[in-house]
């Protein structure tokens, strides 16, 4: 959500791309293979769009709530007694922006989500598009909000037999990437090493 507007619109996935393709294009970053598109949750559904996108083809490099463990583990920070308790701060601060975060923009983002879909026709499409060995499926087994056998028929119907990389967490949640980062960084830094060898 951030600083943008936020009109009562029925939001998508396609459309939030549209939005991040508009930003890249504005910033000339249009170099063959240039971007290495990440994207956690909703973010990765975007990450799916702009890879299926025909324009983006060429430039595009592809990777994809907390388990309780972390979520009652100290904090990784040291400023809270637990991570769940940093994590809850940083919510209220974030609701406390009125402005940045709107319910409107959360329940719109929220639906653009659930909309989206894609076909395992438009998944091998876009991985022929994209080159499998540029796509990545990452996966905690503790993520209750999309369960491991979502991640698993996602890398399955993108290619896994033919090149892309699925990594699957154990004891990890949805968001890998607060609460592993070190091993996040290490995933995603070896991904970009890993396809910028790519021809």
């Known amino acids: ?18 939005d991040t ?9 249009t170099s063959p293979r240039q971007l290495h598109v990440i994207g956690v949750s909703m973010g990765g559904m975007i990450a799916q769009e702009l890879g299926y996108w025909e324009n983006l083809r060429d430039r595009i490099n592809m990777a994809r709530t907390f388990s309780q463990s972390w ?30 975060f709107t319910r ?46 979502h991640g698993e028929t996602l890398a399955k119907e993108l290619g896994e037999d033919e ?11 949805h968001a890998l990437h607060i609460e592993d980062m070190a091993m996040y960084h290490k995933i995603v830094e070896g991904m970009v090493e890993k396809v910028e060898k790519v021809e």
């Open 1 to 18: 959500m951030g600083e943008s507007d936020k009109p009562l619109a029925r939001y998508s996935t396609s459309e939030l791309a549209k």
């Open 21 to 29: 393709l508009a930003l890249v294009n504005h910033l000339e970053w």
């Open 71 to 100: 979520l009652e583990a100290p904090d990784d920070y040291g400023e809270f007694p637990t991570n769940g308790d940093r994590f809850s701060a940083m919510e209220l601060a974030k609701r406390q922006d009125e402005e940045g």
């Open 104 to 149: 409107k923009g959360f329940i719109c983002q929220a639906l653009a989500a659930g909309w989206h879909h894609k076909s395992a026709e438009q998944l091998k499409e876009l991985a022929d598009k994209v080159g499998r060995q540029r796509i990545q499926v990452l996966h905690g087994t503790a993520d209750k909000m999309i369960t491991v056998p």
């Open 163 to 173: 090149g892309v990389t699925k990594i699957i967490v154990p004891g990890r949640g």
